[in-house]
């Protein structure tokens, strides 16, 4: 086993893309990449157990929207495949680099390039997707579920999952579309998003005073200090769920664009495998965040595991 020695200045020769399967960036850093696959191994265990109970329980969830049912288990499915696919197949990329298996390094590398680029841009679209969704119940009212179909929502979902896999395939040609395509489409979703948020919180100051207006008058408007107060409950809950993703993701794309400047060396590729990792730790913590914020869903996923378990034992 190599010791650890970080090269930090000496420049390399070649591209990051090109130097991701050598023992150019790798060979002082062995340990480290033996512990963060034990850690993303662990990880994965609590993404596919996580998700798994939430898709459960969102089937049994019957107030929900379906729309906004939609959206959710569009994203539970996305971190789903997280651990089933994505972190063992950089568990596999990262073990490869230890015991310096070339062949089944590129292989590993590409796969999990495409399979962790698709499922982080149908994370980021359905996040974006989720806050129009919420401005659009805000701005809508009751024509909202005449809008906001389930019919639309699966082609709103389609789309997303057809659109990132495409940008992702297209890296086997070039990785010039990928590049260009992530730069655009996060600036284009990050914007929507705030644009989205910043309109609800906004719309939101307005109507608590209406309600204010409406208890001091002598029939206070009951139920809609009821919706408000649960609109706002979904908002929050979604809310959390984006800030989540742009902790987890922010690190990434800090790395990366410090890759495309300044050439690769052992210490940043460290960075760089420990900011996957974060990213790929946002698909643990979602199911983590929907139990605690939505509590539809909390109470679902109990009756899941309580009637699982008098299965077992009955």
């Given amino acids: 086993m ?25 060979s002082g850093i062995h340990q480290h990449l033996i512990w963060i696959s034990a850690v993303n191994t662990l990880l994965s265990i609590v993404s596919v157990i996580g998700n798994v109970l939430i898709l459960a329980a969102l089937r049994r969830e019957s107030s929900l929207h379906l729309p906004s049912k939609l959206f959710l288990r569009c994203l539970a499915i996305s971190d789903l495949s997280v651990g089933l696919l994505a972190e063992p197949l950089n568990i596999v990329y990262w073990m490869s ?25 149908v994370s ?20 909202y579920r005449y809008v906001v179909t389930i019919q639309r929502t699966y082609v709103a979902v389609g789309f997303f999952w057809g659109l990132s896999t495409a940008a992702a395939v297209s890296s086997l040609r070039t990785h010039l579309i990928t590049f260009w395509f992530s730069r655009i489409g996060i600036s284009v979703c990050l914007t929507t998003s705030i644009i989205a948020y910043t309109k609800i919180f906004v719309t939101l100051l307005r109507r608590r005073v209406q309600v204010r207006a409406e208890i001091e008058q002598p029939v206070p408007s009951d139920q809609s200090v009821l919706n408000i107060a649960r609109y706002r409950k979904a908002v929050y809950s979604a809310l959390w769920i984006q800030l989540a993703l742009l902790a987890c993701y922010l690190p990434y794309s800090i790395v990366t664009a410090l890759l495309s400047y300044r050439r690769p060396s052992q210490l940043f590729f460290l960075a760089w495998v420990m900011a996957v990792s974060l990213v ?33 034992y009955s």
Avoid at 124 to 143: E, G, K, P, Q, Y
Avoid at 281 to 294: D, E, G, T, V
Wanted: hydrophobic residues 45%; proline residues 1%; glycine residues 2%.
């Fill in 2 to 26: 190599a010791t650890t020695n970080l090269t930090i200045g000496r420049k390399q020769t070649g591209s990051f893309e090109e130097l991701r399967c050598s023992s150019i960036l790798t």
């Fill in 97 to 121: 680099l230890v015991y310096e298996n070339w062949d089944l390094c590129q292989f590993a590398s590409a796969a999990s390039f495409i399979v962790g680029y698709v499922l982080a841009s």
């Fill in 124 to 143: 980021l679209f359905t996040l974006t997707a989720i806050s129009v969704d919420r401005v659009l119940a805000l701005v809508l009212r009751l024509r």
């Fill in 280 to 312: 790929y730790a946002n698909s643990s913590l979602n199911p983590i965040l929907y139990c605690w914020k939505i509590s539809e869903v909390r109470q679902a996923v109990k009756e899941t595991i309580r009637n699982s378990l008098c299965w077992r």
